[in-house]
């Protein structure tokens, strides 16, 4: 006894809540229990509520153990003591992870996993917060993040993944359930036609109700006897129920999961105003009260009819903001058709491996990266490239995942599984784009976790009061509803989800995907934009304009394109590529007499032409391994670098043969991306390995500043450059904006990184956005969107405050009846949902991108080209 004593002195001063582990101010609320410590102190009865769910004590309603609660003053060390029975399959290399059943499972930095899913039985923001608290309990689960539109959940997790039976069965304690991450869309189409039906019929009942609701009105003038009105009582009361039964089944049932799990929601609001003006009426009815004659029966039928029909708005509305991302799952196959030991076997796209030959008929889509094998096709690519004419593909030719046959049969080599096709990455990349977690979203659920509470608290201080003061049970009931009634949290819980998914889906319809909301929150305060050239101001489609012989080899060119080639041959960058292109028909001379290919990044390769050293570079590469350039070579070089071109030179046994110029054409968006970044007041910069002179005559041309074109930028320069950048600018936001080739660091070490992808191959593992039609243009749209975005969602909670600040009070002084409470806060969730649909009706275009037919032959179709090849 004593020690118990003892123990709880030990904890007389806590200062930490035992749960969520917040600081406690005031009075703490304690819960005892057999195991030390002993007594557990809560910063409030949400997170002893949380506790007795979860925890291990006599009132749990849960048989999960949780122990070694932490000591007081410290954060709170949750650890189970129970054997792991399922563990999910280790991740395949990014962008290559296959969907299970369930559950979607992705490979970040440090082998970190993310495991999103749907979960089912979720009705308002009120919610979430326990359920992301009682995930982040389980092992191994670092953080769960849940999406308040699409109800889909993404646990981040160590290297050991997470237990997902555990996961499954605490959701299931909780009242949830868990449905197929990718079946969002289906989801709350199903729910939508749900609601409709059931307010359908809720409108048809009403109006039965409405004619003998009127007949008892009318008494205060007629004088009704006392059988007509009983025998209507009866009526209305059988009406009513088959309303409550029906219409409010969904409301009250998630009403119940949360009693039985101690937890609260909207519904839990909605469900004691109905019940408590529903069983009073039915006292009444059946004479079981007899003090008065009044009945609530058409308040609780139209309080229902008109709450469902606010959730159906809702439910639509979430529907039309994740359609974006519906469109991309609908653009792959479930199953393909593929050679297996000489016969056609049609198989779940899962199956699909590398080299495997894929048959796609007419009309059907292509359900891998692959090479075309037959002799030409004619594919539709309007997907990644804009374009609506259809593209003429020939043998050899690269086809993308999810461009359509629009031509004959045909068949492709798959050059990767379907899963980890360029279609997939950007479907991953989309649906993190929905991880919801921002400021206004924080500031939500701190309001959801009280607010509920809080009504109720004056729902019932109102009925007492007013009851106590009158002595009129009716008038005091009528003021509890109202209460009840009018302040929903759903108003608030919408305000900033709803915004930030169609901010998102409207983008996406742009060709713009963002990887999640703390980006599209994020983007209109970026105050300096730094820009790699080549691929991303440029097309990234190099090409050898000319080749300038040197000292002794003038008019003797022949073969130094193809020995150039050979020494590219397993370099996977544009150069080589320009090198490969140009060498088709050139010369042939022996492979074989090319060897010791060495590569050094950012400056050139070198190796051995039969016994000659061969050195293919930049001036400073050759100059480092002793070869000079007199004064009158670089005097010719410099004329081409002047007009924007690159110099590439070639020196074969320690002489400079030739070198070669290389262009790569300015992209027509890129101009007018940079002339309106600049009007927005946002500092550009430009960074390229390229000479002063090539960097400055793109400069020039696209509208950077001078001083901001910085040239000959190794990777690692341009890492330190943003490294320097930000320490310098202290608070301020750096985007980089690149192609994926080579700057990969930058784009890491950025606050903001932008990938305008120029093949398809590079990965989308590390940007924050990806400009799928590689028109830079798309970056104003996006700082514009993102600033109408935040202006709507300050709108919505500034309604959402003022509303609830006056609908209240209102309700407690009898001003609003429950009818007008329900019909008030069935139009405040109007008023957020129409208000948060504004964005994707609205024309969000830069003023100067006005683009031409010639803008999008030579920019967006270009992009399309540069994908493929």
């Not at 991450?181 to 039965?208: H, I, P, Q």
């Not at 439910?315 to 058709?337: Q, Y």
């Not at 370099?571 to 590569?599: L, P, T, W, Y």
């Not at 956005?769 to 104003?780: E, K």
Request: proline share 4%; with cysteine; glycine share 6%.
């Amino acid at each position: 006894m004593f020690d118990f004593i003892n123990k709880i002195k030990d904890k007389a001063k806590p200062s930490h809540c035992d749960f969520c582990g917040a600081k406690i101010v005031k009075r703490p609320v304690t819960a005892e229990v057999k195991t030390p410590p002993y007594m557990l102190n809560f910063c409030c009865y949400g997170c002893k509520i949380g506790y007795l769910t979860l925890g291990k004590s006599e009132s749990s309603i849960s048989n999960l153990i949780i122990n070694d609660l932490a000591l007081p003053g410290q954060m709170p060390v949750f650890q189970k003591e129970r054997e792991r029975q399922t563990q999910i399959r280790r991740g395949q290399p990014a962008g290559s992870a296959e969907p299970t059943t369930a559950y979607t499972v992705t490979r970040g930095k440090n082998d970190e996993r993310q495991i999103s899913f749907g979960i089912k039985g979720i009705t308002c923001s009120s919610c979430i917060p326990v359920i992301e608290k009682a995930l982040e309990l389980q092992d191994n689960i670092e953080s769960a993040k849940i999406n308040p539109v699409t109800h889909s959940v993404t646990l981040n997790t160590g290297q050991g993944g997470a237990d997902l039976k555990a996961v499954k069965n605490i959701l299931k304690k909780l009242g949830y359930g868990v449905s197929e991450y990718d079946n969002s869309y289906d989801n709350l189409k199903e729910e939508s036609y749900s609601l409709l039906a059931r307010f359908a019929f809720g409108v048809f009942m009403s109006m039965n109700i409405m004619v003998f609701s009127l007949l008892l009105y009318s008494d205060y003038f007629l004088r009704l006897k006392n059988e007509i009105i009983n025998y209507s009582h009866i009526i209305l009361w059988t009406f009513t129920t088959a309303i409550v039964l029906v219409v409010g089944y969904p409301i009250f049932k998630s009403a119940y999961k949360k009693l039985i799990a101690l937890a609260y929601n909207s519904d839990t609001l909605i469900s004691m105003g109905v019940l408590s003006a529903y069983i009073y009426s039915s006292f009444i009815t059946f004479g079981l009260y007899k003090k008065s004659s009044g009945v609530f029966f058409d308040t609780a039928a139209m309080i229902l009819i008109l709450i469902t029909f606010g959730k159906f708005l809702e439910a639509s509305a979430k529907k039309s903001s994740v359609s974006g991302l519906h469109n991309l799952i609908n653009l792959r196959p479930d199953f393909a058709t593929i050679l297996i030991d000489g016969e056609e076997k049609e198989v779940d796209i899962g199956n699909i491996k590398k080299d495997d030959i894929v048959f796609v008929k007419q009309g059907g889509l292509v359900p891998a990266d692959g090479i075309l094998i037959s002799e030409y096709a004619v594919i539709d690519e309007s997907m990644y490239n804009g374009e609506t004419l259809p593209v003429n593909k020939k043998n050899n030719e690269n086809l993308i995942s999810g461009s359509i046959n629009k031509g004959k049969d045909i068949k492709i080599k798959a050059s990767t599984g379907a899963y980890g096709s360029y279609l997939f990455k950007i479907i991953r990349f989309a649906e993190r784009a929905y991880n919801l977690k921002t400021e206004p979203l924080r500031y939500v659920d701190n309001i959801a976790k009280i607010f509920v509470p809080a009504i109720i608290a004056v729902a019932v201080l109102t009925f007492a009061i007013y009851y106590f003061l009158t002595k009129n049970f009716d008038a005091s009931l009528v003021r509890f509803i109202s209460v009840l009634v009018v302040a929903c949290p759903c108003a608030f819980g919408l305000a900033a989800p709803l915004v930030i998914t169609n901010g998102i889906s409207r983008a996406q319809k742009d060709k713009i995907l963002v990887n999640g909301a703390e980006t599209l929150e994020l983007f209109t305060n970026a105050d300096t934009f730094i820009f790699d050239k080549t691929g991303t101001l440029t097309e990234g489609l190099p090409e050898i304009k000319e080749i300038v012989p040197l000292n002794s080899t003038k008019g003797k060119i022949t073969g130094l394109i193809q020995v150039a080639s050979l020494i590219e041959r397993n370099i996977d960058d544009r150069i080589a590529e320009a090198f490969k292109r140009k060498a088709e028909n050139a010369e042939k001379i022996d492979a074989d007499d090319i060897s010791g290919i060495k590569f050094k990044i950012g400056y050139g390769v070198s190796a051995k032409y039969l016994n000659d050293e061969v050195l293919l570079g930049n001036p400073e590469f050759l100059e480092e391994n002793g070869i000079s350039l007199n004064a009158e070579i670089k005097k010719r070089a410099l004329g081409f670098e002047k007009e924007g071109a690159a110099v590439v030179y070639l020196s074969i046994g320690g002489e400079p043969k030739c070198f070669f110029v290389i262009t790569d054409k300015i992209k027509s968006s890129s101009g007018d991306a940079i002339k309106n970044i600049l009007k927005l007041k946002k500092r550009v910069i430009m960074l390229s390995g390229d000479s002063e002179e090539a960097v400055n005559f793109i400069a020039s041309q696209v509208g950077i500043p001078k001083e901001n074109a910085h040239f000959r930028m190794k990777p690692e320069d341009k890492l330190e450059f943003i490294q320097n950048l930000k320490k310098k600018d202290g608070g301020g936001i750096a985007a980089f904006v690149g192609d994926g080739l080579n700057d990969m660091p930058a784009m890491e070490e950025a606050d903001i990184s932008i990938l305008s992808p120029s093949h398809y191959n590079v990965p989308f593992t590390r940007p924050n956005v990806v400009l799928l039609n590689g028109d830079l243009r798309s970056i104003v749209l996006l700082l514009k969107l993102s600033s109408v975005t935040r202006r709507i969602i300050k709108e919505n909670l500034l309604f959402s405050f003022i509303y609830n600040s006056a609908a209240i009070p209102l309700a407690v002084l009898g001003i609003l009846n429950p009818l007008s409470a329900a019909i008030s806060m069935m139009v405040s969730s109007i008023f957020i949902t129409f208000n948060s649909l504004k964005i994707k009706l609205r024309r969000v275009e830069p003023s100067a991108a006005k683009r031409t037919d010639a803008d999008t032959e030579s920019g967006i179709a270009v992009y399309g080209n540069a994908l493929i090849k």
